[in-house]
C-alpha cells in the first residue's frame, strides 16, 4: 500500500518532484482547492541557495536560510502530502511515480509507487565536475546545505586546528609547507565562486586576523576561471570593478586557466601560455557549474507552457533540471513555478468546463423533452464557445536584474530597471544587497533568523572556535 494521500476522488492529482526554487514557489501559488498534491523531495526543505556561501564561512547558521516544507504546506486550503524520498522513475504511460526512503530511519515500506494526472519535475541540477580526477575526493562543493556545512568546519578542521593554522604556526614547519596550508583554491568564476571568494576574505579579514595576526598576512586566496574573464553574465564594467576589488583584497585571479586535476596537496592547472603547472593549496571549492541529473544530463526539454515535449500535457518541468533559452537562475525558477500554478488555476477553469459541455450533451442525448433537449444544447455550444476562447497564455520571464555580493562590504548590480547597470561600494550597496536578499527571503522566521545573525557576526565575529 502506498501513503495515505488526501486524496479527493473529484480532482486531479498533481505530483511535484523537488523542494527547491520551482517548486517551492509553485506550491506557494497553486490553489491546492483545486487539485490532490504531493509533494516528493530528499530534502524536507527549501533553501534559499544565495547565501549558501555566507553559511560556509559562518556567517550565517544553516538553519537561518533554510524553510521546511511543510511551513509552506500547511497554510494551503488543502493538505499536501510531503515525502521526503528520491523519485527514482516514472512510468509516463500508466502515469506513476516510483520513489524511495533514503532517510537513516526507515519504516517497513521504503520504496513505493503512486499514481499521478499530472507530474512536475522541479529536481534542479548537479554540480558539474566535468569528470576531472579528484574532484570528487579531493574539493568541497557549494550546491546543497551540507556542502556549505562541510566548508565551514573543514575551516575549523584544517585551518585552525593543530594540522593547519597551529601546525603552520608551530616552529620548525617550512615556509613552503606554511604557505601550502594557507592557500584556498576556488575553482569557477561564475557569481558562486566569486561570492564564495568574497565571503572568504571578509572572513579572513574581519575574523583570523585578529585571532591568528602571525599568520594572517600568510593566508592566500587564488580564484581560478578557465575562460577570459570572470562573470560573463555582468557587463564589463562591473567585471572590471570586481577584478579591481579582488586586487585589493588580494585575492588572485587566474583566468584563462584551466584545473585539470585536483590532488590533496594541490591543483594541476593548464595556464594560458598551454604549460602545466602543480600549484600547492590546502583546500580547493569546486564551483565550476551545474549539469543535469543522472537521468537527463542535458535537461528536459520543455515548450513555452513549461510542458515536456512529448508528454501529452501530463508532465511539466520547471528551474534548473529544463535546457530552455533562461539561465539557471533562482529567478529563472521563481517565475516559471508561479507561472506554472497560475496555468494550473487557469487549466482547472478549462477542465471543468469540458465536464460541462459533456455533461450538457448527455443530459441533451437523454432529454424526454424537445424543449429540454434544446436547452441543453445551446447551454452546451455556449460553454464550447468559451473553451474555444480559453488560451493559457505562455510563459514569459521578466529580468528583475542581477545582483552579487563581492566582499568588502561591495556588491556588484545590473538592474535592467535603472537601464543600465550601476557599482557601488561601501554601507549603501551593504546595505541594498542585504535588503534585497531579506524582502526576498520567503518568511518572517528566515528573515528574523538572517537578520539576527548578521548582526551577531558584525558584534561578535564569527566563531572560530574548534568543536
Ligand atoms: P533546486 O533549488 O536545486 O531544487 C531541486 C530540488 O529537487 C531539491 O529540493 C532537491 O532535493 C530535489 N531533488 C533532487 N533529486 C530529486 C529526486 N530524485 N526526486 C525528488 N526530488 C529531488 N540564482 C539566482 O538567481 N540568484 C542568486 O543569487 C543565486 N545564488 C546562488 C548561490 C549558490 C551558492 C548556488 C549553488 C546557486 C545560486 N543560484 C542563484 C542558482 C539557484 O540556486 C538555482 O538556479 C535554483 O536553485 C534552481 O531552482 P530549482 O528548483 O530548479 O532547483
Ligand atoms: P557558472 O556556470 O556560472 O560558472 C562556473 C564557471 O566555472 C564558469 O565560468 C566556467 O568557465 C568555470 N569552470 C568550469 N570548469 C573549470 C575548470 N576546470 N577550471 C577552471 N574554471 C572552470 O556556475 P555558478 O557560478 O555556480 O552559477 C550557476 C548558476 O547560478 C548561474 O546561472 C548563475 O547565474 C546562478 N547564480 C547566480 C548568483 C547571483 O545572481 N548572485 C549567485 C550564484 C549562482
Known sequence: PGPQLPHDPDKKTIVVLGSGWGATSFLNHLDTADYNVVVISPRNYFLFTPLLPSVAVGTLSPRSILQPTRYVTRHKTRAVEVIEAEAQSVDPVNKTVSFVDNSDIQGSVSSTTIPYDYLVYAVGAETQTFGIPGVTEHACFMKELNDAEKVWPSFREFLLTDHRLESAA???????????????????????????SGELHDFLEEDLKSWYPELAGKIKITLVEALPSVLPMFSKRLIDYTMSTFKESKIDILTQTMVKEVK?????????????????????????????????????????????????????????????????????????????????????????????????????????????????????????????????????????????????DKAIADLPFLNGSFASGGLLTYYFWRSAYISTLFSLRNRTLVATDWLRTKVFGRDVSRE
Request: aromatic share 6%.
Open 264 to 408: 590533496e596537496r594541490s591543483v594541476i592547472l593548464a595556464m594560458p601560455d598551454k604549460s602545466i603547472v602543480d600549484m600547492p593549496c590546502g583546500m580547493v571549492v569546486w564551483a565550476a557549474g551545474n549539469r543535469g541529473r543522472k537521468t537527463n544530463k542535458r535537461g528536459i526539454t520543455i515548450d513555452e507552457y513549461m510542458e515536456m515535449k512529448g508528454s501529452n500535457g501530463s508532465i511539466f518541468a520547471i528551474g534548473d533540471c529544463t535546457s530552455s533559452a533562461h539561465a539557471p537562475t533562482a529567478q529563472v525558477a521563481q517565475q516559471q513555478g508561479s507561472y506554472l500554478a497560475r496555468a494550473f488555476a487557469q487549466r482547472v477553469k478549462r477542465d471543468r468546463l469540458v465536464d460541462q459541455v459533456a455533461d450538457l450533451e448527455r443530459s441533451a442525448a437523454m432529454s424526454l423533452h424537445e424543449d429540454d433537449r434544446k436547452k441543453a444544447l445551446e447551454e452546451a455550444e455556449g460553454a464550447k464557445r468559451q473553451l474555444a476562447k480559453f488560451k493559457i497564455r505562455p510563459f514569459s520571464y521578466s529580468h528583475q536584474g542581477t545582483l552579487a555580493y563581492i566582499g568588502s
Open 170 to 196: 608551530f616552529p620548525g614547519q617550512s615556509e613552503a609547507e606554511i604557505e601550502r596550508l594557507l592557500h584556498m583554491v576556488v575553482v569557477g568564476g561564475g557569481p558562486t565562486g566569486v561570492e564564495l
